[in-house]
Structure formats: structure tokens, C-alpha cells
């Protein structure tokens, strides 16, 4: 047998190495805002977290056929949503006055529509409203055109938030992109869908 390094292949982990790495980031919930959920993609990763998720984690709920597990941090707080033995998504957020601040979401590429679904009916169920926070990713503006979209098709109230005067405007689907630019002026609107 060869060695992988001398074919330039990295050290690939073992299951055993990645249940170990989630160990370590489990024992201590301050690490969870810094760790990727990126990671999450790669099946060995995922299982691995899902199988000390459902060892050590605090589960709080059901949602369909998915286990919800809840870490905090301060005020920040981590749901993960995982059926069977892998993980299919994760909300990273803040509440205030009773509104989720979304900080990171992911979800399985697989499960196509599926934090659509859990906002609409799962968190939009638990509190008055959902909002975005700063700047959007280009993959977080598809993510909130998506579902701003079809909160307006489900007959939520959708508003355009101005932190820079505090002001709010209910918003017209078809003015979204007046709210995405390439300056910092984007930074003062935030997105509010509002519970029924």
C-alpha cells in the first residue's frame, strides 16, 4: 500500500475523527456561531454530527418526521431539524419582541423547499414574524426572493424595514430589487414577514 500523500491526496478523516471534532464543539455551544454549517454538505460530516446531535443535544420538538434540537447562546439560538441519521436543516437566530432574526440558514440540498416550509409552518406558527438581518449573500437575496415571494402568495403581509429612520413600508413583490444594490445603502433594509 502507498501512502495518500505520496499521490497527493490529503489525509481523508474517519468517521471516528469527525465524531470527535463534534465532541469537541458540542461540549462548548460558544463555538456553534463559528462553526460552518457548510460542513453539513459532506454525508460522513453530517452523520456524524446528527448521531452526537441526538446523543447530547436537547430535544425540544417534532416538526413531520424531523427531531428539533435547540442549542443557545446568549441570545442566540441554533435549531436543528434532523430525521433518520442525518441532519436536514438549520436556523441560526435571534428573537426580539417576538420575531425571529435570521442570522444563517441551511438546509440539504436534497430537501428542496424545505426551510420555506419550516418558516411557513413551523416557525411563522411559534412567533409573530420572520426577518432578515444585514447584507444577503447572493444564494441569502435567492433564498429571501423565494420566500418573499411566496409569503405574498400565501397571503402573509410582507414589508421593507429602513433601520438607517426606522420605517416600514409594506412591500410590492415586484420592488424587490430597488433593495438590493452594490453600496452600503443596502444594509439599512431589512425584510419582515408578518404572521396572519
Known amino acids: 500500500m502507498i501512502k495518500l500523500s505520496t499521490l497527493g491526496i490529503p489525509k481523508i478523516k474517519t468517521l471516528a475523527e469527525h465524531i470527535k471534532y463534534y465532541t469537541i464543539l458540542l461540549e462548548s455551544p460558544t463555538r456553534i456561531p463559528r462553526w460552518t454549517s457548510d460542513k453539513l454538505y459532506n454525508r460522513t460530516e453530517n452523520y456524524a454530527f446528527c448521531k452526537l446531535i441526538r ?35 438549520y436556523f441560526n437566530y435571534e428573537i426580539k ?54 409569503s405574498q402568495e400565501l397571503g402573509y403581509k410582507i414589508f421593507a424595514i429602513d433601520i438607517s429612520d426606522n420605517r416600514a413600508g409594506e412591500l410590492n413583490i415586484d420592488d424587490i430589487d430597488k ?18
Open 97 to 150: 419582541n417576538n420575531v425571529a432574526i435570521e442570522k444563517r440558514v441551511w438546509q440539504d440540498e436534497l430537501q428542496r423547499g424545505l426551510c420555506r416550509d419550516i418558516i411557513f409552518n413551523y416557525y411563522l406558527s411559534k412567533y409573530s414574524g420572520i426577518m432578515s438581518d444585514g447584507l444577503h449573500s447572493p444564494l441569502g437575496e435567492k433564498y429571501w426572493n423565494k420566500l418573499l415571494k411566496q
Open 55 to 89: 446523543e447530547k443535544g436537547r430535544r425540544i420538538d417534532k416538526y413531520k418526521e424531523m427531531d428539533v434540537y435547540q442549542f443557545t447562546n446568549g441570545q442566540l439560538i441554533t435549531d436543528i431539524f434532523a430525521a433518520d441519521d442525518f441532519i436536514q436543516a
Open 179 to 196: 433593495f438590493y444594490s452594490n453600496n452600503i445603502s443596502s444594509e439599512n433594509y431589512r425584510f419582515l414577514i408578518k404572521n396572519k
